[in-house]
């Protein structure tokens, strides 16, 4: 009796966690790109790469805009539980005396998982530091999900809200903003892109440049449906029953 308890616990621990972990069959090769433009010039590449859980960086200075070492990454392919994109500049700077505005665009295709159902909340969140502002300083960003799985990035399939800190003040000042929207229906596979513009106020003093960084992060997470959460749930019991056995044993 003992015995076939024990097989009846591992049972529901494997169907447990093995409902809620696993993989999609699709398959896809990760691609990932950061490209920028410089005051409404076409978009240019300045980094990528192709590899399972890419990450690229890379620098450009266009006149007296200097874009210093852009940088994203992900875990694409991802997960079936979380897939995940950061991106970050340590700098952008604007050392003339007129206004300037940059486009950085994140493109990551190749992701396989999670996928629908069940539903999935893609959140989106941003944050920096303004050294040394301008009040003309402005920022917009927003996360996507792209179903055709293509390089045509935002807006695309899915997207959150556009997010616009305040960011400017005027010296050493932080901003963070953040928003979050669901995915209905996504299948494998697809693509996770980011889109900010920004505008950089001009400086008096070129030795004192408009400068600002950032990072972000666009995170897609499965929501556990009613039945999975039983599942679970049913796992977790089943082995709490075989490790009581054990010790009675």
Known sequence: MTRSLSKLALAAAAIGIGALLAAPAAQATPFLEVLYSVNGSSLT???TDS??????TGSATVGNITIDDAS???DAPGNSLFAQELSAVT???ND????ATITLEIINDGFTSPITPPDLVLDSNIGGTVTNGSAANAVSFMSCVDQANSTGGCPATYNT???KPD???LSNTSFDADDNTTVTSLTAPYGIDELIDFT???TTNPLLPTTINYSASTDLKAVPEPASLLLFGSGLIGLGMLRRQRRQA
């Open 96 to 99: 003339g005396s007129s206004n």
């Open 45 to 47: 590449p300045l980094c």
């Open 72 to 74: 994203a990454s992900s």
């Open 161 to 163: 809200a556009p997010l």
């Open 167 to 169: 960011v400017t003040g």
């Open 200 to 202: 950089i106020g001009g």
């Open 51 to 56: 590899a399972s859980s890419p990450s690229c």
């Open 91 to 93: 700098k952008i700077t």
